[in-house]
């Protein structure tokens, strides 16, 4: 890339790429170079702070009417003691991440697992929140 080391030199002295220049990154080769470049301007920008946000993982269900084969979280009824996770375990993590700091809740769910299971359905049913199906 012979506007590599132009736009390497652009980036590094603190500008912007334009947008065709930005585009023109796609075609770098030189991977390492590029990293290198990334690297540095990361460095300049925020020095070595890694932030976190403390946050409580509340899994709602671990059903999921997809199969994604990368999925490490998704579980098949037959697999799990309960379809949704019950209102007062739910509020009860809440507050036991809140003891410990936590300043956020992130809720991890599947996808619309009552279209692939009944358990699913069953169990919304008997909260309150029956399927209603719409086409
Ligand atoms: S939980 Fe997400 S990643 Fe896993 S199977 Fe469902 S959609 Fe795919």
Redesign the pocket.
Known sequence: MSNWHTLRAHLLHGNLPSEQQALSLADCEDTAALVDVAAVLRDRGHRNVVTYSRKVFIPLTHL?????H??T??RTPKKIDQPYMPVEDVLALCRQGADMGCQEALFT???KPELRYSAARRALDEMGFPVRWSM
């Open positions: 999921c009417r997809d199969v994604c990368y999925c979280f998704a769910l599947g996808e």
